[in-house]
Every structure is written in C-alpha cells, then in structure tokens.
C-alpha cells in the first residue's frame, strides 16, 4: 500500500508564491482594451427638424459596451463644413451627456462633432440634424446657353469615331460572362483633337438580348476589374475609368499618377469651360453609352447608369445629357451646388469655392465655369426614373449640397437615407441600390 506523503512549505517560500500568484492575477485583471465608440445623436428618431425648432444632441462613450468614466468629450457645433458658432470640453456622465444645440433659422444642417481621448488616443463622432431639407434650393445659376454648349459638344464627339478596341481578359471572365478590356476613341482634353476611354467589359456568355448599365467612378486614379456580378445576373455591364488611361496596370501606376501628373485633376483649367477637366469626362460618359448601345447583344431599350460619389454626380450627368439612360442609381453625389460657399453653406465636393486665402479659386472665370459642370444644373434635366442615397454625416459630399441637386429633379425619384453613415455605404443600401437596378433593367424582360 502506497503511503501519502505530506508536503510542508516553508514559510519563505509561501510568501514568495503568494506575491507571484497575486501580482500575476492583478497583472491580468488590469490588461483589458477595447475599442472606444463615441455616440452622438439628435432626439429626434428621424433626425429632422423644422427651422426654428431646438436640437438636443446626446453624447455616450462605449467602452466594451458600457460607459467609460470620467471621459471628457470635447465638441462642435454649427453648419455642417462652417467654423462651429459653439465650442466646449465637458465630462460625459455614465448616462450621457445633453446639449441644447439651439436651432436653425432656414433649411439646412447643424453638426455636431465629438472628440474624446483614451489611453492616449482619439476617438472622434458625429451627428447631423437636417431641417427641412426638401425644401433647399441651389445657389447655382442654371447658365441660359447650357443646353447650346452641350449639344455643340455632343455634336464635336459624334464626329470621332467609336474605334472600339476589346481585348479578352481570360482570367477576370468566368463560366457565364465574358470580360474585356476596352478602349474607345474620345474627344480631346484640350478643347479638340482626340483621346481614349478606358473600360471593363462584362457580358454575358449566354445567346440572347440583355439590358446594359454603365458604371461611372468615384474620385482618385485607380485600376477595375468590372461588374461581373451584374452581369451573371444577365446585365451588360461596362465600368469606365476617366483619365484616358489603361484600368488593368499595376497599382503602382496609378498610385504615382495619381500624387503627381494627376493630382488635383478636378481643378484643372476650371477658368475656361472648354477645357476644364470634366468637359472630356462627361462627353466620355456619352461616349460610353455610344459603345454600349451598339452591342450585339444589347436589347435596344433598357440602359442605365450608376455610381458613387463622383460616381454619383456623373450618374445625374449622364442622364442629364443623354436620353439613351432609361434610369440611375446615385450615391452620395459629388459636384452638387459648388457655390454654396459663396452664400455661407456647404458646397459640395471638391469644395473648390470653400478656401478663401492665397489658394482660392473664387474668381470670376472659375464660378462662371463651375455652372456648366454643376451637377445641379444636369439634375434639372433628368426626367427618368432614379434611386439615390447618402447619409447626413457625410463631411465629403455634404447633404445640403446633394439635396440641393435632388430637389430640382423632375424625373421620378426615391431616396435611400442611412442617417449615420458618412461618406460610405452599409450593406442594405448596396443591395437596394442594385436590386432596384436589376428590377428597373429586367421589367421588360
């Protein structure tokens, strides 16, 4: 039989474990992070008021979903992209934190920026409230030879041949849809003479006829790859690039270009509208369309458009100018009412009119340009059918500047609103947008 055998430490000894075992413990306890979330909201659940009735913004800090003590949150109030007209530092007690934010007057949006600091580091939120944001009108003017400047250059583009060049991509292309890289001749940058579109191509394989849409980019120099989903889907999809570059280089490519040669693109020549930058990208969106339409397999009825951000202004442009759209899907629309600075409100992206000191563009020549290109000023022309959408914390396309051009469109309209998302989307806005695109195209079909 196996005797037990009895263990005695020695005091020493129990005295050393204990201090390890309780210093390793606190050690533990005490290693804990998590990220910061800072909550700001309006009290109304719709976040919209109407002029001259107060705004209340309640301000939380989350911390492992639940409130972190002591937190002093520094905030900002005042017309969303102007200086705030009310600034404080204050702690955030654990049931948050109320302010009266006042008011506004006239149509519009009051913002409320929060930044608190944890651990050494920053966290920052917002909220906007909008009043009676259908009902803001634009500071642009609608220029009464529009209409003649833009014929006249649709005129100069239909003389240039299409010269369509596709080039099989084998390994973007999958067993239901065929992908090409397209160039196509366009109309020149500088006024005259002749450049090339880039493109991606997404057809499918199968026989038949197929609705097409056009898909126009958001702002920066990049490579595409296509909408091949679309198109497994039984939609013609062609996704441009806007800088008469190849889309399928190496990124680094694109990269250089684009904080060099390219860099500040969108102010280029804005002192003469017959050369500004997005003269030849407009026209180009036309010249996208001319390829589209004549596809073999396109149905010979249904096309539209859509795109984000700069995307979504050359959206409204594109069915501003060419009756060949039958219908667009828009996000967050840039180029919306750039003059808004000159009267005191957010203008739209690229806030070309917001700078006031040696590097503004607020000359003469330079505004009267921006109203041939004004995004505005096409949404007044767009009389089919569109779905839109942004949310009221956007800082790259403020809503005032896209209501602005919203509330002028004649055409049929719906508008998505996800009320916290700044200048990106969640998923349910993406899947509406596309099911509404895949609906509007196949009705006929």
């Not at 050690?27 to 919209?48: E, K, N, Y």
């Not at 580091?121 to 400047?149: M, N, Q």
């Not at 804005?270 to 996208?288: I, K, M, P």
Request: include cysteine; glycine fraction near 10%; charge should be positive.
């Amino acid at each position: 039989m196996n005797k037990l055998r009895a263990i005695v430490f020695k005091p020493a000894f129990c005295a050393a474990f204990a201090f390890l075992l309780v210093t390793n413990l606190t050690a533990f306890a005490q290693s804990r992070t998590g990220q910061v979330l800072v909550q700001v909201r309006p009290d109304h659940p719709d976040w919209t008021y109407k002029p001259g009735e107060p705004v209340k913004f309640q301000i939380n800090v989350w911390q492992s979903g639940h409130p972190v003590p002591g937190v002093r949150a520094s905030y900002k109030i005042g017309p969303e992209m102007l200086p705030p007209t009310l600034e404080k530092t204050e702690v955030v007690p654990p049931t948050g934190l109320i302010l009266d934010a006042g008011t506004m007057k006239e149509a519009g949006f009051l913002r409320c920026i929060v930044t608190v600091e944890v651990d050494g580091k920053t966290y920052r939120g917002l909220a906007t409230a909008g009043f009676s944001p259908e009902t803001l009108k634009p500071t642009t003017e609608d220029p009464a030879d529009f209409d003649t400047f833009w014929t006249d250059g649709k005129k100069e583009l239909a003389k240039i041949p299409l010269d369509a060049k596709l080039t099989l991509l084998p390994e973007y292309s999958t067993a239901t849809v065929n992908v090409y890289h397209v160039n196509l001749q366009n109309i020149g940058g500088d006024g005259r003479g002749v450049s090339r579109l880039y493109g991606i191509l997404c057809e499918p394989k199968a026989e038949g006829k197929f609705p097409a849409v056009l898909s126009v980019p958001g702002a920066g120099v990049r490579p595409y790859r296509g909408l091949v989903t679309l198109a497994e889907k039984g939609i013609i999809t062609f996704q441009i690039g806007i800088h008469g570059l190849p889309v399928i280089l190496d990124q680094s490519v694109y990269d250089s270009l684009g904080r060099g040669g390219l860099a500040g693109y969108m102010f280029n020549n804005l002192d003469n509208r017959n050369t500004y930058y997005y003269r030849r990208v407009y026209l180009g969106c036309v010249r996208a369309n001319d390829f589209l339409t004549s596809l073999p397999k396109w149905n010979g009825q249904d096309l539209a458009v859509t795109g984000g951000s700069q995307g979504g202004a050359l959206s409204i442009v594109t069915a501003g100018l060419d009756p060949r759209v039958k219908g667009l899907a828009a996000l967050y629309p840039a180029l919306s009412d750039v003059t808004g600075y000159l009267h005191n409100r957010a203008g739209g992206w690229p806030h070309m009119f917001r700078a006031t000191g040696p590097d503004s563009h607020r000359t003469k020549e330079k505004i009267e340009t921006s109203k041939y290109y004004d995004v505005v000023n096409f949404a007044r022309r767009v009389k089919v059918p569109g779905i839109y959408t942004w949310g009221f914390n956007d800082e790259t396309c403020p809503p005032t500047s896209m209501y602005a051009a919203y509330n002028v469109i004649p055409g049929k309209k719906e508008l998505l609103l996800a009320l916290e998302m700044g200048h990106a989307t969640v998923p349910e806005q993406t899947d509406r947008l596309n099911l509404w695109l895949e609906n509007f195209l196949k009705r006929a079909n």
